[in-house]
């Protein structure tokens, strides 16, 4: 038994004779009487997938949008959605670009191919009314303190709701997936009958996973009386269910840069991974970088993490914004930024045209790439500075970017590869520190997914970096890894057994005051008890594996009897080791809240027991009464109020 727990322990039975004292300490005083932490066989979470007719999986990524679906009947067919109108040459389109736009009164306008066609087209005073919104997913990444009225700028400088934009991109997916289900069955598809799976980075925070629910259950996606029905799954994770189940026709060996390699094509890439092999999945999109650490558990093939998952915004969208940088040295960031508001269309035109030319670079590449700069860039600038484009390019101190006689930023290889080189050292400095770790040793393979796995330079950069440590694996829809691995685990969620905690969560409580053990400053006198005051109890510590359907036990008590709602405040922090919540890194992160109106009893003291869930992608809380055992409404909120 630890000291923390000896000391809990010891304090129960004073719990019982004075009420906690940390009511004038401004934190809810709980003093926790059951700290235990069980497992429990989560079979009874499995059972309530087998009511729906077909999964659903969106992959709302940062630069390009999908979804896919399989029946429940018919798992091994995962179907992509219906090729887009309007694809980029050079750029396969089973996805669609995540644009959206609005109205001028801000009502939805139109999602992806059609949004950029139709904003482009618009005339240069009109466009600047409508609002215009791109690669706007990272903002619930970088957002520190996010909250549902976190903003969001549109092409021309207004401010909309984040919470509208992602509702109305969700609502979009509902009606182009059920559009295409009914076309299917032949006959209104209810949505009803329908899992929706979201797609996140895994290294994302929980109220950004949180703000995504929030934007479903807002779209009609999902009603908040089903929560169910829709479960968000982790990008990475998504793409490692995906791999195991790879045939050996369907990927690249980077090594051998063969189809196959020794083994029949009807092999499994598990039939390489043994006796619960080891790989890394490195996933690759627009705005994150996230990397996860799975062992193979025979004889099912279930999955579980070995390091919690990694990355940071590292996407390829990290090009783009040197190529802005580079464009604002030549140009001036002047004229750039009020190109960029007085041009809106052109701008996006402009960025269009180098994403078709940051496909083709490569690291043997000798001859130049050419980009074409719209007219209206050339027209503008003339206006703005008195002087022509060409004439800046001259005059610039850039040497490997010259202006062709056609009308074209002609960049030398050199130069392209230099836009590259910030992001794809970040990549390899994190996969260099987390080969390091001891949890990953003797990893077999490396699956590079995500549209940004495509880039030469980048496998180039991988393989450079692990030597022939493991193998690299590229699927051949490595676009679509992500996609078709989150309808695989909509049919079967409990694939992944074990995860590790990103960090350590807990509450600030009140223990027993023990002398030469906790410092003097934190000392409480109530009614002659000496009480310690901030101690954190700590529910998971970070990087601490967690099995599906592992519960984490406390149990509470209302302060008065008359009281309707508990509210407990939950911290975390980055350390696996926390003693106080008022040592430095500690955050308050979320609340609990006990809905325990209703539930009144004749008990002379009510013990509230909470469950609380980590060991999924969500975490989640139950609650139930003690003495009367009917159901607390618990809920856990961790989005900024």
Not at 16 to 33: E, Q, R, V, Y
Not at 75 to 103: A, Y
Not at 189 to 206: G, Y
Not at 385 to 404: I, M, P
Request: charged share 25%.
């Amino acid at each position: 038994m630890t000291d923390k727990q000896a000391a809990t322990e010891e304090i129960v039975p004073d719990t019982m004779a004075n009420p906690s004292p940390a009511k004038s300490m401004g934190d809810p005083g709980i003093t926790p009487l059951s700290p235990t932490h069980t497992q429990q066989n989560d079979t009874d979470q499995v059972q309530s997938q087998l009511s729906f007719v077909v999964v659903v999986a969106i992959d709302f990524g940062t630069t390009s949008s999908g979804y896919a679906y399989a029946f429940t009947k018919e798992p091994e067919c995962i179907h992509t959605m219906r090729r887009w109108e309007g694809g980029d040459p050079g750029v396969s389109n089973q996805k669609t670009p995540t644009t959206i736009l609005l109205t001028p009164d801000r009502k939805f306008h139109s999602f992806g191919y059609a949004a950029r066609d139709f904003y482009h087209d618009l005339d240069p005073s009109e466009s600047k009314q409508w609002l215009y919104l791109e690669k706007f997913k990272m903002k619930l990444h970088t957002t520190a303190n996010l909250s549902i009225d976190t903003d969001l700028h549109a092409a021309n400088g207004k401010r909309v709701k984040a919470l509208d934009i992602f509702a109305y991109a969700l609502a979009f997916f509902k009606e182009q997936a059920l559009k295409e289900l009914s076309d299917q069955t032949g006959g209104d598809f209810d949505n009803n009958d329908v899992r929706w799976v979201i797609t996140v980075p895994a290294i994302w925070k929980m109220p950004a996973k949180q703000f995504m629910r929030e934007a479903a259950y807002k779209s009609g996606l999902v009603c908040r009386e089903n929560p169910e029905q829709l479960i968000i799954s982790l990008e990475p994770e998504a793409a490692s269910i995906y791999c195991r189940k790879l045939r050996l026709h369907q990927m690249v060996d980077l090594g051998t840069q063969t189809t196959q390699n020794g083994f029949s094509p009807t092999d499994n890439a598990g039939s390489a991974t043994n006796q619960g092999d080891r790989y890394v999945v490195v996933d690759c999109g627009g705005g994150t970088v996230d990397l996860t650490v799975h062992q193979i558990r025979l004889p099912e093939g279930h999955l579980k993490e070995l390091y919690k998952a990694s990355g940071g915004p590292y996407g390829s969208i990290g090009i783009d914004y040197e190529f802005e940088k580079l464009l604002c040295k030549i140009f001036g960031q002047d004229f750039i930024d009020q190109f960029k508001i007085k041009r809106p269309a052109a701008w996006v035109d402009l960025m269009i045209a180098f994403e078709s030319r940051k496909r083709a670079a490569a690291p043997e590449r000798t001859n130049p790439l050419n980009i074409n700069l719209p007219f209206s860039f050339i027209d503008y600038y003339k206006k703005f500075r008195g002087h022509s484009v060409e004439h800046a390019l001259r005059k610039s101190n850039v040497d490997f970017v010259k202006w062709s006689s056609q009308g074209m930023l002609r960049m030398s290889p050199d130069a392209m590869n230099s836009l590259f080189k910030p992001t794809i050292d970040h990549i390899i400095q994190h996969l260099t520190e987390l080969f390091e770790k001891p949890e990953v040793s003797d990893i077999k393979f490396l699956f590079l997914v995500g549209g940004f796995a495509e880039s030469p330079l980048l496998q180039h950069a991988v393989q450079n970096m692990l030597q022939g440590r493991s193998r690299i694996i590229i699927p051949h829809d490595v676009g679509l890894t992500i996609l078709k691995g989150a309808v695989l685990f909509g049919l079967d969620p409990s694939i992944i057994k074990v995860r590790r905690s990103p960090l350590t969560y807990g509450v600030g409580v009140l223990n027993r005051f023990v002398e030469g053990k906790h410092p003097p400053e934190k000392l409480l006198v109530k009614d002659g008890t000496r009480w310690c005051t901030d101690v954190f109890d700590t529910f998971i510590a970070a990087d601490q594996s967690v099995a599906l359907g592992e519960l984490v036990k406390r149990s509470y008590t209302p302060a008065k009897p008359s009281q309707q709602v508990i509210v407990i405040h939950v911290y975390c922090s980055e350390k696996e080791k926390v003693g106080f919540i008022s040592e430095p890194g500690v955050r308050k992160c979320g609340t609990l809240r006990l809905d325990v109106s209703g539930t009144e009893s004749t008990a002379p003291r009510r013990e509230i027991q909470t469950h609380m869930q980590f060991g999924d992608t969500e975490i989640r809380a139950m609650a139930v009464d003690v003495s009367t055992g009917r159901t607390v409404k618990a809920s856990i909120d961790f989005l900024s109020h």
